[in-house]
T-cell receptor, first 115, second 114 residues
């Protein structure tokens, strides 16, 4: 079955530690996205990538980093510079059709907690 | 800047009632796209509908219907004869096009009581 997988489901971070969240898709989508969701809030865009080896900052990129070395994978690193990392992180992917906004499909999410 | 407002934080109705979730958006783009997603307790967002700004036809899919009105910048979602399985958080989202990210509203928590 095609889809998006995220791992781990739960992740615990110690103070000053960098952690990496995995996102893999087998939908052959060119574009991938990372969003952060806080309780009672909507999703906010962290980073997105429209093509391999290229990515752009979203609205809340500070304290995060990404890479896009393969079409299928878009890992997100939460660095120690992110002072309030506790949140639910959602990865999404979509096709790209020029100026058209294609539908984004989401993975199951990773809950990050700070110890 | 784009903005999506879902003024209803939480709605609670009894099963079989009809319920409408409101979505008001702001954008300077002449072409844009609107989406609705459902987030059940598991957390994963489930896509429901995409609407282009140049297509103002309302849409019905089973018990779900959507009313898009450019004049009032609204894209409301109605569930007819609600069921307990409809309980979830519903998000409205906006895109200006391309493969940029979505701008989400804060969501409406819908509770369907048996």
């Amino acid at each position: 079955d095609g889809g998006i997988t995220q791992s781990p489901k739960y992740l615990f971070r110690k103070e000053g530690q960098n952690v990496t969240l995995s996102c893999e898709q087998n939908l052959n989508h060119d574009a991938m996205y990372w969003y952060r969701q806080d309780p009672g809030q909507g999703l906010r865009l962290i980073y997105y990538s429209q093509i391999v080896n290229d990515f752009q900052k979203g609205d809340i990129a500070e304290g995060y980093s990404v890479s896009r070395e393969k079409k299928e994978s878009f890992p997100l690193t939460v660095t120690s510079a992110q002072k309030n990392p506790t949140a639910f992180y959602l990865c999404a992917s979509s096709t790209t059709q020029g100026i058209w906004a294609e539908t984004q499909y989401f993975g199951p999410g990773t809950r990050l907690l700070v110890l | 800047a784009q903005k999506v407002t879902q003024a209803q934080t939480e709605i609670s109705v009894v099963e079989k009632e009809d319920v409408t979730l409101d979505c008001v958006y702001e954008t300077r783009d002449t072409t844009y796209y609107l989406f609705w997603y459902k987030q059940p307790p598991s957390g994963e967002l489930v896509f429901l509908i995409r609407r282009n700004s140049f297509d103002e036809q309302n849409e019905i899919s089973g018990r779900y219907s959507w009313n898009f009105q450019k004049s009032t910048s609204s894209f409301n979602f109605t569930i007819t004869a609600s069921q307990v399985v409809d309980s979830a958080v519903y998000f409205c989202a906006l895109s200006g096009g391309g493969a940029d990210g979505l701008t989400f509203g804060k969501g409406t928590h819908l509770i369907i009581q048996p």
